[in-house]
Structures are given as structure tokens and as C-alpha cells.
């Protein structure tokens, strides 16, 4: 599963909106529909941040595993 994917995943178990994930990360809405539609990859920082947000691993997050 790549990043995009993995990340649309999270949020909507969450039952979170994109706006509502941006701002609890700190970034801008339309920054969230860009990596989900696949246009801009995240920085290194970013992908520790959704991790952490996430409560999962950078590992999972970018598709590299499933658990």
C-alpha cells in the first residue's frame, strides 16, 4: 500500500476530515489532499509526525509493512 493510501486509511478510521488532521498536525488543508491524491510526498519530519499522531510506525505509514 503506498503513503497516499495509508494515510487516507488512518484518518477516515479516525472519522477524521483533512481539515481536522491538518490542524491537529499543523499543516494546511490542501498540504493533507496533495499527499493523499499522491502529488507531493511528505518530509521525513512530517512522516514522524503522522506517525506519532497516528500512533504507528514510519514504516507503516509509507506501506514498507503491515503492522
Same mark, same amino acid.
Given at each position: 500500500m503506498k503513503f497516499s493510501a495509508r494515510l487516507k486509511e488512518l484518518r477516515t478510521e479516525k472519522n477524521l476530515s483533512q481539515r481536522q488532521l491538518a490542524e491537529a498536525i499543523g499543516v494546511r488543508q490542501p498540504t493533507i489532499a496533495r499527499w493523499e491524491a499522491g502529488f *507531493?510526498?511528505?518530509? =521525513?519530519?512530517? !512522516? !514522524?509526525?503522522? =506517525?506519532? *499522531?497516528?500512533? !504507528?510506525?514510519t514504516d507503516y505509514i509509507l506501506g514498507l509493512n503491515d503492522f
Open positions: *507531493f510526498e511528505p518530509s =521525513a519530519s512530517d !512522516v !514522524v509526525m503522522l =506517525a506519532k *499522531f497516528f500512533g !504507528v510506525t
